[in-house]
T-cell receptor, first 115, second 113 residues
Framework: AQSVAQPEDQVNVAEGNPLTVKCTYS??????LFWYVQYPNRGLQFLLK??????LVKGSYGFEAEFNKSQTSFHLKKPSALVSDSALYFC?????????????FGPGTRLSVLP | NAGVTQTPKFQVLKTGQSMTLQCAQD?????MSWYRQDPGMGLRLIHY???????DQGEVPNGYNVSRSTTEDFPLRLLSAAPSQTSVYFC????????????FGPGTRLTVT
């Protein structure tokens, strides 16, 4: 069965510093990996995905993620954090079963960017 | 486009009551899903649909029913509410099997007392 771990409940970073939000996964077959962001009282918004190709994936709002097959990781990064990046971040993996609709989400990591 | 809309935004039920959470999308997406979000657990798939007339169970389907009579609408029914169903419910859609970006509604916060 697929699974996603986000080892940090909370990440604090100063504005202007680089940020990393960690994600590791377990999946049989090729992984389809995603990052979503949730702002307070809102639904999730898609940030980026890895399906195949370059290990460094660029997404919305200046975010990028690095796929590392040997470490089964898909960490989210941003070179310079903004206060407005403060939100809840979810990593997800898709498996091919159920018409490809099985998306398994991690528990989320709360990012706080301090001014 | 309104995207994915959900009603109501908040609901309080007593144990044993039934209700329907509404979800609609105006993007002509084939795939629609219902998730519940509980603290520290991420999102868990309840039911999903891959087109009008086609639905199937996800990870946590017990206590919930769905139907999909039109492409636009995908209501979630709680038949007999239980306190364990207290959660935030999200509806999501995506265009088809090969487009993986999901579009989420704003959520419904449900409390069962």
């Amino acid at each position: 069965a697929q699974s996603v771990a986000q080892p940090e409940d909370q990440v604090n970073v100063a504005e202007g510093n680089p940020l990393t939000v960690k994600c590791t996964y377990s999946v049989s077959g090729n992984p389809y990996l995603f990052w979503y962001v949730q702002y307070p009282n809102r639904g999730l918004q898609f940030l980026l995905k890895y399906i195949t190709g370059d290990n460094l994936v660029k997404g919305s709002y200046g975010f990028e993620a690095e796929f590392n097959k040997s470490q089964t990781s898909f960490h989210l990064k941003k070179p310079s954090a903004l206060v407005s990046d403060s939100a809840l971040y979810f990593c997800a993996v898709r498996d091919g079963g159920n018409y490809g609709q099985n998306f398994v989400f991690g528990p989320g990591t709360r990012l706080s960017v301090l001014p | 486009n309104a995207g994915v809309t959900q009603t109501p935004k908040f609901q309080v039920l007593k144990t044993g009551q039934s209700m329907t959470l509404q979800c609609a999308q105006d993007m002509n997406h084939e795939y629609m899903s219902w998730y519940r979000q509980d603290p520290g657990m991420g999102l868990r798939l309840i039911h999903y649909s891959v087109g009008a007339g086609i639905t199937d169970q996800g990870e946590v389907p017990n206590g919930y029913n769905v139907s999909r009579s039109t492409t636009e609408d995908f209501p979630l029914r709680l038949l007999s509410a239980a306190p364990s169903q207290t959660s935030v419910y999200f509806c999501a859609s995506r265009p088809d099997r090969d487009n993986y970006e999901q579009y989420f509604g704003p959520g419904t916060r449900l409390t069962v007392t």
